[in-house]
């Protein structure tokens, strides 16, 4: 009963503010999706990562070690969805990127915040961190056929990842008057992305729900295997392993409905795929927090 409990505490804000977005949305007031994640993306989002980087106690030694694991894991989960996809005779441009990168920072930031407090923030941002970049390349290139390395470089949450991971290694930090403002600045970015989701949710028009829903189970198991697999592997410490597994298994990310409608792909099975692993991720990371805290 005190898991359940302590689960419903961490995930219940992290939905309701979802569903604030999705009820204003539905109520018919003006929500300006593409200027509140401009917002959040270059400016609080990134100021969130820097300060807590920079704030954060975990050595940077275990840092590394989870920066190392993000990438196999997600190597590992790219693998299992590229097999999922060919089995399924799905559009490999199509259906790879969204299955392979979650919402790592609408859902995942705010779970690692409110399960594992600021350590496991600071764990977490590491791994959005490394989920953007892939995002940013990889991801790119799988929908659009092409995409520079140099975009990354030009990405806000990048380069504030880089200099907190720098402030962190040299144990520098700001002036306190900075520190505050950016810390007030990067408090906006969590209630911001989760009223965003929703709202984007609520927008959606979706078809063929049901490959969505067996997708979206399929892309759950695979995330936790590999997840698991690659936290085991560098014998990642509790809460690291258990925020790597958090952060790997968030849903399909709205993102990529936005990159497949920039890059000219069929958008709705993406729409789908979105809708249908958010509403699963209902049930599901309740579940996966009962069993790593």
């Known amino acids: 009963m005190n898991l359940a409990l302590t689960v419903l505490n961490i995930t219940a804000p ?11 949305v539905k109520l018919g007031f003006e929500y300006r999706v593409e200027f509140v994640t401009r917002l959040a993306m270059t400016l609080s989002v990134p100021c969130l990562i820097f300060v807590a980087l920079m704030k954060t106690e975990v050595a940077p030694e275990a840092l590394a070690a989870i920066s190392l694991a993000s990438f196999v894991a997600y190597g590992l989960v790219a693998a299992g969805c590229y097999v999922l996809v060919k089995l399924g005779r799905l559009d490999v441009q199509t259906y790879l990127a969204p299955l392979i990168f979650g919402n790592t920072g609408n859902l995942g930031l705010p779970l690692a915040l409110f399960a594992f407090g600021e350590t ?5 941002v590491v791994v959005f961190a490394v989920m953007a970049i892939l995002s940013f390349t990889v991801g790119i290139w799988i929908v659009a056929g092409g995409g520079s390395p140099l975009r990354v470089v030009k990405e806000p949450l990048v380069a504030a990842t880089l200099l907190g991971g720098l402030f962190l290694w040299q144990g520098w930090e700001t002036p306190l008057f900075l520190t505050n403002t950016l810390e007030l600045i990067g408090q906006m970015a969590i209630p911001i992305m989760l009223i965003t989701l929703g709202v984007a949710v609520a927008r959606l028009e979706t078809k063929a729900m049901t490959r969505a829903v067996v997708l979206s ?28 597994i958090v952060q790997v298994a968030t849903p399909v990310a709205v993102t990529s409905y936005l990159l497949a409608e920039k890059y000219g792909t ?19 990371l309740p579940i996966i927090l009962a069993f790593v805290i």
């Not at 309701?16 to 204003?24: D, E, K, P, Q, S």
């Not at 198991?221 to 925020?243: D, G, R």
């Not at 069929?266 to 599901?284: F, H």
């Open 120 to 124: 496991g923030l600071g764990y977490a």
């Open 217 to 244: 189970a399929f892309k759950v198991v695979i995330c936790v295997v590999a997840a698991w697999a690659a936290a085991t592997w560098f014998a990642l410490e509790p809460i690291a392993a258990a925020v790597l």
């Open 266 to 284: 069929d958008a709705q099975p993406v729409a789908g795929l979105v809708v249908a692993s958010t509403l699963l991720s209902v049930i599901v």
């Open 14 to 24: 992290v939905f309701l503010l979802a569903a604030v977005g999705f009820t204003w």
